[in-house]
C-alpha cells in the first residue's frame, strides 16, 4: 500500500522537475498540484485500511466507503486548486495528475 504511494510522491516530483524546465515556476507548482491531489487521498486511505487491517475490522463495505471518499477528495482538491491557484498551468497539472495516477503501471512497465 504504502510502497504505491510512494511510487506516487517519486513520479509526482519527476513530473514537477520536467515542467519547471518546460513551463516555469509556476508549471511545476501546478504539476505538484495535480499529483498531490491524487497522492494525498491515495495516503489517507492507505492509512485507513492499515488501521481498519490491525485493528480487525476490516472488510468489504469499508473498502467501497474509502474508495468513493479518496475519489471524492482528489475531485474537491482539483476543483480547490483550480479555483485558488491563479497562475495555474492546465497542462502541467494534467500531467502531474495523469503521471501520479499511472505511477504504479509504470513502475511494472519497468521492471518488465
Known sequence: MFRAVLHQIVATFAVAGLAWIWAGKHGAISAGLGGAAV?????LFALSLWAAARSGRASAAG???GEFI???ATLALLVIVAGAYRDLHWLALLAG????LKAN???ILIKA
Open 39 to 43: 497522492v494525498i487521498p491515495n495516503l
Open 63 to 65: 473498502f467501497l466507503v
Open 70 to 72: 479518496k475519489v471524492a
Open 97 to 100: 495528475l495523469l503521471v501520479a
Open 105 to 107: 503501471l509504470l513502475v
